[in-house]
């Protein structure tokens, strides 16, 4: 037997920025709609291989620490002669910007190049699913690993390790802490408790088109932990309705926390009927919103982000970096600060904010207004201007912390507390409301 005792999970984000990710943070909308923002790119981090077909990258955890992000990911290479080394779990560093693999081992790989394995899988053939996962926990002596692999003695499934530094894992021997047909599921931290969301497969029998998992459906279902070691069994919380194609289903998820809610990265998958009892490449991406990470709304359906990771992202040079897999190599994929959602105008539109305690410092404007423009007017919280000044007036510009002024004054000089704020704006996006630093 064993304990792991999880460290104390970062806190949600302060009210400010505040941020536009759920439909209710959007009050008295007209002639503007909340939208999903796709990302720009990033930058490479490992590139393919093309004398390697087989071999290909996916980032699966992410850590950071002042100017050192690190990240945990997977090198799957069939082409390897030795088993064990088909599918190893190896770290890579960013620091100040600067990408490097630490040699973690004086021998070098069969590949060449730094020793950067960190893990490789069990010598047993699994019984369901591969070496696989790796979602990380901060307990109070290091990093805790979930990840799914084969134990010596029973079904393959859930399996956990502990580190002190992230690079020399310890596997904690024993059976799986849960053995479901599902190596699909990401951990996200809340409190003192671990969610998992994890695949389930539900009975299907008139499937559209069979593939590799006939007459079933891939549905997500949560799980909850307080020790990683002891789940709830999976509850389904999200499946596909009426709404979507036929033949859709849903694959994974990751979530993470976003403003004062949580936002998460939905894998959808469709069944292909070129490719009969095959495994589909059919995919689309969608960005799914919670106030909570249990209860989840789907307000983006109709935007397909393009990428999904089991990674969770980080902060490089002023922007939020999501790494992914692409094409047998590895990069990002990349947001300017809280821009991951926007209320849109295409022509003349309006909304208000929740009620909000100015700070003591200036607020500013998070905003895309080179084409448009946008007015910004105090409102108490039933509403109604409070104050003679003019609106705000913000014109052909684009920044992430766009002076706010009311005749030359700054919210700090308005005499105002608790409030709303009312937004009019033409051919213009806002994504966040924040003060200066």
Not at 12 to 29: G, K, N, S
């Amino acid at each position: 037997m064993f304990a792991i005792v999880l460290a104390a999970a970062s806190a949600i984000e302060p009210p400010l920025p505040m941020v536009f990710l759920l439909p209710e943070d959007v009050l008295d909308a007209s002639g503007v709609r909340i939208e999903a923002q796709k990302p720009m790119p990033g930058m490479k981090l490992i590139e393919a291989d093309t004398a390697r077909p087989s071999l290909w990258h996916a980032p699966t955890a992410t850590r950071q620490t002042g100017d050192t992000v690190t990240i945990w990911y997977q090198r799957p290479d069939n082409g390897e002669a030795d088993y064990a080394d088909r599918r190893v779990l190896c770290i890579g560093e960013l620091r100040a910007g600067v990408w490097s693999l630490p040699a973690l081992h004086p021998e070098a790989p069969p590949w060449g190049g730094p020793n950067n394995i960190c893990m490789r899988r069990s010598p047993h053939e699994p019984t369901w699913g591969g070496f696989n996962v790796f979602q990380l926990a901060d307990t109070a002596h290091g990093l805790a690993m979930l990840y799914w692999d084969q134990p010596e003695k029973g079904l393959a499934g859930g399996m956990l390790a502990t580190s002190a530094d992230g690079r020399v894992w310890e596997k904690i021997p024993g059976e799986a802490v849960f053995t479901e047909h599902n190596d699909a599921f990401t951990l996200l931290r809340q409190g003192e408790e671990c969610l998992l969301y994890q695949t389930k497969l539900e009975d299907w029998p008139d499937k559209p088109y069979p593939d590799n998992l006939d007459k079933k459906r891939r549905v997500q279902s949560l799980r909850v932990s307080k020790d990683l070691r002891s789940w709830t069994p999976q509850e389904v919380f999200l499946r596909p309705d009426e709404q979507d194609r036929p033949e859709a289903e849903f694959y994974l998820m990751k979530a993470f926390p976003y403003g004062r809610a949580y936002a998460a990265l939905l894998m959808k998958y469709f069944g292909d009927p070129k490719r009969p009892k095959e495994h589909s490449a059919i995919l689309e991406y969608e960005l799914i919103v919670s106030p909570d990470a249990r209860t989840w709304q789907r307000p983006f359906r109709d935007t397909d982000l393009g990428f999904w990771t089991y990674a969770d992202p980080f902060t490089l040079n002023g922007r939020w970096h999501f790494p992914v897999g692409r094409e047998g190599g590895m990069e990002t994929v990349a947001y300017e600060p809280h821009r991951l959602v926007a209320v849109v105008a295409a022509t003349e539109g309006t909304f208000s904010t929740k009620p909000l305690d100015l700070p003591e410092t200036p607020l500013t404007l998070n905003a895309d207004a080179r084409d448009g423009w946008i007015e910004i007017q105090p409102l108490d919280i039933h509403g109604q201007p409070i104050s003679d000044l003019p609106p705000a007036h913000i014109e052909g510009v684009n920044g992430t912390c766009l002076p706010i002024a009311w005749n030359g004054r700054s919210s700090t000089e308005l005499g105002v507390g608790r409030c709303r704020l009312g937004f009019r704006l033409n051919n213009a996006r806002v994504f966040a409301v924040g003060f200066a630093s």
